[in-house]
């Protein structure tokens, strides 16, 4: 289910927590259990290829405001507006980011920096049941579009089994790897929802709002991809959420953007529901 208004900040300091203690326990656990989010299993792109010049003109760069460092994807998706996934952001304020854009290289110093000022993540995320798991980062000024610097669109048509999505992202190159500098590109192909989750034993974890991928063992997301773009025919269908680290030759499990459509738009236009579901609010947009 969909929602609209943000949660309040004690629902988020508890999330921070419950988020910090499933981190401790998969350290904690053997490799075949769940590592979550994924970006913590030091693993990104694994068995992927430098990304083609001008590939993904719409991937971001998600880093602390402080250390410079990447530390999750992400896709513009708007002038104003970034999509990522909520577990890069849960716990933190707008004033701990920067957004990277315009760039394959995280050691370009000709690409941009934009800073947000305003986080929405998903009131229903739910870290220990990896449901929810995306949020919108408005940016505090317009982004200059240019080649190498544009918004996704949206695919909402339905997958066919087998389908290849493309994934791309800074993430680490092997478990406990280092992050590259240039970013990686991998082709993985969609898994319907029953089959993904006869894959994870049935578990509950994978639910209606994700979209699966797979390709060969040894190939697939991994740590600080997550938040990340997988397109089809170049439009945006889901953003990597978690997986098995890393590349175990089990399905990634990634955020369906068609689920969340409505979330995003209700957001992008200014517009929040009252309490009680039936009145609308709109803001002037900020320029």
């Not at 419950?18 to 694994?46: A, D, E, W």
């Not at 315009?102 to 993540?121: E, F």
């Not at 089990?250 to 992008?268: E, G, N, Q, V, W």
């Amino acid at each position: 289910m969909d929602c609209s208004a943000q949660c309040p900040q004690s629902q988020l300091l508890a999330m921070s927590f419950c988020l910090q203690l499933s981190l401790l326990l998969s350290v904690q656990g053997i490799l075949g259990q769940i590592l979550y989010p994924p970006q913590y299993t030091t693993n990104r792109i694994v068995g992927g290829e430098e990304a083609a010049e001008g590939l993904a003109p719409y991937q971001i760069s998600l880093q602390g405001m402080k250390s410079g460092h990447h530390s999750c994807g992400g896709a513009i998706i708007d002038k104003r507006w970034i999509v990522t996934a909520a577990h890069c952001v849960i716990g933190k304020e707008a004033s701990a980011f920067r957004v990277l854009t315009g760039t394959q290289n995280l050691q370009h110093n000709a690409s941009r920096l934009y800073y947000p000022d305003k986080i929405v993540m998903h009131c229903n995320y739910k870290p220990r049941m990896y449901r929810n798991d995306i949020a919108l980062l408005r940016l505090n000024e317009s982004i200059v579009f240019d080649n190498a610097t544009q918004p996704v669109e949206f695919d909402h048509e339905p997958l066919a089994a087998g389908e290849k999505l493309l994934l791309t992202g800074w993430g680490t190159m092997s478990l406990g790897g280092d992050v590259p500098v240039q970013l990686q590109s991998l082709e993985v192909k969609y898994v319907p929802f029953e089959e993904c989750r006869a894959a994870h034993d049935n578990s509950s974890r994978v639910d209606i709002g994700h979209v699966c991928t797979f390709n060969d063992k040894g190939k697939g997301a991994c740590h600080g991809d997550s938040g990340g773009p997988l397109v089809h025919n170049g439009k945006l269908v889901a953003l990597v959420n978690w997986g098995l680290p890393c590349a175990r030759g089990y399905p990634d499990a990634h955020a369906s953007i068609a689920y969340y459509h409505d979330f995003i738009r209700t957001h992008l236009s200014g517009c929040q529901k009252d309490g009680d579901g039936t009145k609308t609010e709109c803001e002037a947009e900020q320029e």
